[in-house]
């Protein structure tokens, strides 16, 4: 009798489509282990990134709104459950492999920083002298190098090219990596629009008459257009991709919501205070680095003392942030007693 993993392995050979990466022909990882009895590698890759405490963290991290008052507005986690569920979703589609392309989704932004994108420029331009910062690059990091004390958690080859590759001038090898890197677009467009109309910054009637006309006027409507288009122009291709003409709607989507979010000066008004308090911790763990947490001391010993502050930082929630800022900056009262 097959035992389970194999069972799938087999249906995965029957079922899926030639294009799609098949779990038994992954290229393993970095450092073997025996298969598991019960999961595929890419099933096994997607309960290590679950169960990592990057992944919990994601849940006191900003996603574009900082500080919001409303328990309604997306985080770093929810984006990433969002990415996650579309990427499937396009995948079943195409019949590739799901596993793979959840994994990939789930583990796309685990090195991101706190305060969103506005705390990634932050600590680009704090680590200017060595490297800069890419939150791509630092979430194969967080896999590679920081999660497990200093062990990783040795992901497969294709869930950490799929990672790396989500936002950058490389293209994923696999079509399952394609579809993340466009998923992650749809999902933090149509949801950033969501929370702007949530938060008084855009109303419905501020979109563009060109793409509700073309994607839809509800949300639900542009993420399940958005998606059909994607399977349907894809099916028979070798890319992801989608049609010309969604294409185009959804570029003019994308321009739309840097033009009216991101750059708006309402949502980017707290932005210099980000930098100021990233800053501050980043000079002070620089001029007194033992007073790094000890395991952040061993990486500075190995990768630099710039580099391993940009880890800590780069793993801090929003709170946590604040709070090491407070103790580090701000006197604590006197108590009368």
Partial sequence: MLCPREEILKLERKTLSPYAMLAANSKGRGKFEPECEIRTCFQRDIDRIIHSKSFRR???????????????YRTRLTHTLEVARISRTIARGLRL??????????????????FGHAGERALNELLSSSGGYRHNEQSL??????ERDGLGINLTFEVKEGILGHTSETIPETMEGQIV????RIAYVNHD??????????????????ITCALGIAHSERINTLILDMINHSSSRGEISLSPHVSFVFST???FMY?????????????SKIL????????YFTNIPDELPEFYQKIAAADGLSRAIGDYISGMTDQFAIHTYEKLFIPEAWQVR
Avoid: C, W
């Fill in 259 to 271: 033009k009216a979010v991101y750059k708006n000066m309402t949502v980017k008004g707290e932005e």
């Fill in 181 to 184: 890197r466009t998923a992650d």
């Fill in 58 to 72: 994601l849940k006191h991290k900003t996603q574009v709104f900082l500080q919001p008052e409303g328990d309604h």
């Fill in 193 to 210: 629009l969501d929370d702007a109309i949530r938060a008084g910054i855009l109303s419905e009637s501020d979109i563009p008459s060109e």
């Fill in 276 to 283: 100021g308090i990233l800053k501050g911790i980043f000079d």
């Fill in 253 to 255: 989507f994308r321009d």
């Fill in 97 to 114: 492999n799901e596993d793979l392309t959840e994994a990939i989704a789930l583990g796309h932004d685990l090195g991101h920083t706190p």
């Fill in 141 to 146: 990091r967080v896999v590679e190098r920081l």
